[in-house]
């Protein structure tokens, strides 16, 4: 490979962190996936937003992979792909997330010659087939040798010439390895299976004020509140917790789990204060009062239970 192609190619591996990274939305966002998926600690966190040290970059695009919201910009590795079999050919294996986007568009075999085995990546295989298997769908044929192309026992003659004119096209690619590259928004696993939801959503109704801060950052609109519902739609979610950290009512937990893709409503109830008779908005079937006179009954609990702690430190000091 010529100079000029290298360094063509080196422009691609140029990652970035896009402006629509959780933490660079939120401070209070906790999300680590790229730099715990980094394998070169060239990830670290400035002011709580994450920086790439480029200088350390070994280019694997494992941050790029694990990005729950697409914000780290560049290219994956380059696959070969011969006649629908994935071929390993470097120690750098693809990511469970990879694979299960490589499923969805028609590779179903995985060709890993023994050296590039290893613990991890028989562990990510194990992974990857049981989650498909969750999918509905077949797990990965693994195999160390490429295997013979498919042909039919017996054809007609019209079929025997639409197979050699189809296979006269597919002649250069399946010659040469084709290489495939996925860029970081083709990495969104739940639009590839629509089908089924990843996370489950839990919204505890007693504690959500309706203040529709899940719903302004959420970056795949899984949260939509109107004047009748809140609308939970689990399918787009890519757990990347930015609702949980961001509530500031801990109304919102995330569980990691397979499902057929659902969409929850819960209702919303207008009402009148019992306190200060104002209307308001809830979605607690049984809470009567609004969130201001909610919040000032809870101030003054905690008052009254500072003093009575106080109190009894203070007689605890007399004897
Ligand atoms: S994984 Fe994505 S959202 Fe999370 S900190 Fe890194 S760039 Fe931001
Ligand atoms: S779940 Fe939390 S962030 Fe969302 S509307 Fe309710 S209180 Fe606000
Ligand atoms: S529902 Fe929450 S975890 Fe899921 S994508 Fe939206 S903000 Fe992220």
Redesign the pocket.
Known sequence: MGFLTRWLESLDYDYKILPHCSRYKSPHSTCTECIDHCPKEAIQLQNGKPVIHTADCIDCGKCVASCPVQAVEGFLPKRSIIHKQYIIDSYNTPTLKELLVYYKKGITTIICPEKYRNAAWEEMLEQVNQLLIKLGEEPFTVSEEQLPFPHHESMTRRELLFTWERELKQFAKKMTPAKWRFNHESLDVAKHYPDYQF?Y?YLDKSKCTLCKA?QM????S??QINETNFTLVAQR????????DICPEHAIS?KKMISPATTEKQPIYTKECSCCENPYQTTNEIQQLCVACQKKQQFSSSIIEQSIDFMKEGSSWQI
């Open positions: 996370v959503i899940c950052l959420c970056p795949k899984c949260l979610c890519s757990n990347c917790l930015l609702c949980q995330l």
